[in-house]
């Protein structure tokens, strides 16, 4: 049985032996690389040790000015193609209170391609396809992690000028920005401070193509996980998916994977699977020999996940919820406007397919 086992862990892991590096990643599309038709009607600054940069970002009230009417803020973070930005509002739409006591924010995180299809301003932060849902640096103007984002705009959240009465935040994320807060939940500076300013702050992580794991276990189709073998696939044991090695500059270091583990099992999480997002041959699924270790399609993926994130030792209860949304496949819109979406991202109502930690 154990050789089964074993066998299977290695077949996961050669599935993708020999393919190009373009197909690494979620990237694989080539309408990732495509310019946006759209630049969001706002703009954030970012700075941090790295130097400055600025961002588009939507946001649904003048947060320049006190807004004491709002309780919750939900920041919803667009897929890897950086044009499907309209989600969090539709979903707002379908709650009567969010128009009294919520903001919404969608920042937009270019690549080359869209500052100069558009004309930007030089200051126009940009990333590489892959890099910003990693957390990175950007290309340009200045080296800044696109996990700086998500720390400036939780300052200006927790700006008590601002937002007085500010009582909870809910970082959402579909696809590829599934990914960036999934990782950003491990080792994102900004946490702690939402978590200092006694504010409640829930992370939706939507369908991702992958996961970054603590350590080398990779699922079994047989049940249970054992050690990928990195000699096979040598970014399976590496970041974006392993936090083993190759962590981005904006990582503290020196970093323990186990505690960041630890730390990361103690933030509400709900992860928000499509029961129809099970196609293997997606063309935005990660295809790599390090994305097929962690399962055929998206929603495998995250069951083994939350499998995993379930029985890693941890301080603290699991808090950790999945929330499966029944006939829906790759779609933000649907995933967030569902009565499970609705309920992960404004506690409207409850999810009736919530799934049971095992």
């Not at 992690?145 to 927790?158: C, K």
């Not at 829930?202 to 054992?226: E, H, I, K």
């Not at 505690?259 to 928000?272: F, G, T």
Request: glycine content about 8%.
């Amino acid at each position: 049985m154990a050789k089964a086992l074993i066998k299977y862990a290695l077949t996961a892991l050669l599935l993708c032996t020999g393919l190009a590096g373009a197909q690494a990643q979620e990237s694989g599309s080539s309408a990732a690389r495509k310019a946006v038709p759209k630049i969001q009607d706002g703009w954030l600054d970012v700075r941090a040790g790295e130097g400055q940069g600025r961002l588009p970002i939507h946001v649904s009230r003048d947060w320049s000015q006190a807004q004491p009417a709002v309780r919750r803020a939900l920041i919803v973070v667009h897929g890897i193609t950086r044009d499907d930005l309209l989600a969090g509002e539709r979903a707002a739409a379908k709650v009567p209170s969010a128009a009294d006591d919520a903001i919404i924010i969608t920042p937009q995180f270019l690549i080359a391609e869209d500052v100069a299809a558009h004309q930007l301003p030089e200051l126009t932060l940009r990333w590489g396809v892959d890099d910003w849902k990693a957390g990175f640096k950007a290309q340009a103007p200045a080296p800044l992690s696109a996990y700086a984002v998500m720390d400036a705009i939780f300052a200006r959240l927790l700006d008590r000028q601002l937002f007085p009465n500010l009582q909870s935040i809910v970082l959402a994320g579909h696809s590829a920005g599934g990914q960036y807060l999934q990782r950003y939940a491990l080792f994102g500076q900004g946490s702690a401070l939402v978590d200092q300013a006694g504010v409640r702050l829930r992370y939706v992580v939507a369908n991702p193509s992958s996961y970054a794991y603590a350590n080398d276990l990779r699922p079994l189709a047989a049940g249970g996980f054992a050690a990928a073998d990195a000699s096979q696939c040598e970014r399976v044991d590496r970041w974006p998916y392993s936090l083993s090695a190759n962590l981005p500059a904006y990582a503290r270091k020196p970093l323990d994977p186990a505690a960041l583990m630890r730390r990361y099992l103690a933030h509400d999480v709900i992860y928000l699977l499509g029961e129809e997002d099970k196609d293997p041959h997606h063309p935005q699924l990660d295809k790599s020999c390090a994305g097929e270790a962690q399962g055929d399609s998206r929603l495998q993926r995250g069951r083994y996940y939350f499998a995993y994130a379930a029985q890693f030792p941890r301080d603290a209860a699991f808090k950790q919820r999945l929330f499966i949304v029944p006939g829906v496949a790759h779609n933000s819109t649907r995933m967030f406007g569902s009565s499970c979406g609705l309920a992960a991202l404004f506690d409207e109502g409850r999810c009736t397919t919530e799934v049971a930690a095992p």
